[in-house]
């Protein structure tokens, strides 16, 4: 496996409806340089807002990784079975940038219904803590970051906060640097944006 500098792990949080999805899928669009982007989409919101159809196989996996972006619907090859199908998929992205260079990213929404705080799939656990190694960058979107296991925690290198209200959540985003009071505070669609590296703070909005 090829070396890569970067490593990057974004978490981004708020509460339903406060702009944390747009935030995310703006940025897969916006940048150039991922060659590839892959989604876990078991509710079908990604393949909506994109318009793209969603891969339901492997077969279908690897020819939408070819155009650049993979939205996977897990329900055909694993109904009843989303944590099966969160570490094949998991795994299946990993696999795939072992062997195709340049820049990819996961998304993954919600990542804790899917593991616990105690363990995780052991093909998330090495997208997270090996991914850099193979140039896949990773994103949460989640409206309870508290509920992330620590091993995706420990390893943010951006936490983007929109709005939250539940306390542990605030608790979470406090503990990383975050002012509690400004993100419960914020309108829906802004955003406080918190870098580990540089400590540095950037404020936006969307809407």
């Known amino acids: 496996m090829q070396l890569h500098s970067r490593n990057v792990c974004t978490i981004v949080s708020g509460v339903s409806g406060s702009g944390k999805t747009t935030f995310a899928l703006r940025y897969l669009v916006a940048e150039r340089d991922f060659v590839c982007r892959f989604l876990f989409d078991p509710d079908g919101e990604f393949e909506e807002r994109l318009g793209l159809t969603a891969a339901e196989t492997y077969d279908e996996f690897l020819c939408a990784a070819e155009d650049g972006f993979v939205v996977f619907d897990p329900h055909k090859l694993f109904p009843g079975e989303m944590q099966t199908a969160f570490a094949t998929f998991c795994d299946w992205c990993f696999g795939w940038s072992v062997i195709n260079p340049g ?68 608790d979470c985003i406090a503990d990383r640097g975050a002012d509690r009071d400004e993100v419960r505070n914020l309108p829906l669609g802004s955003f406080v944006s918190l870098n580990r590296h540089t400590r540095g703070v950037l404020r936006g909005s969307l809407f």
Request: with cysteine.
């Open 103 to 170: 820049r990819k990213v996961i998304l993954l929404d919600e990542a804790w219904k899917h593991c616990d705080r105690l363990s995780i799939p052991h093909s998330l656990a090495t997208a997270v803590q090996t991914g850099r190694k193979v140039g896949l960058e990773k994103i949460f979107t989640t409206q309870l970051p508290h509920k992330l296991n620590g091993s995706i925690l420990n390893e943010w290198t951006e936490f983007a906060c929109f709005t939250l209200d539940e306390e542990k959540a605030l």
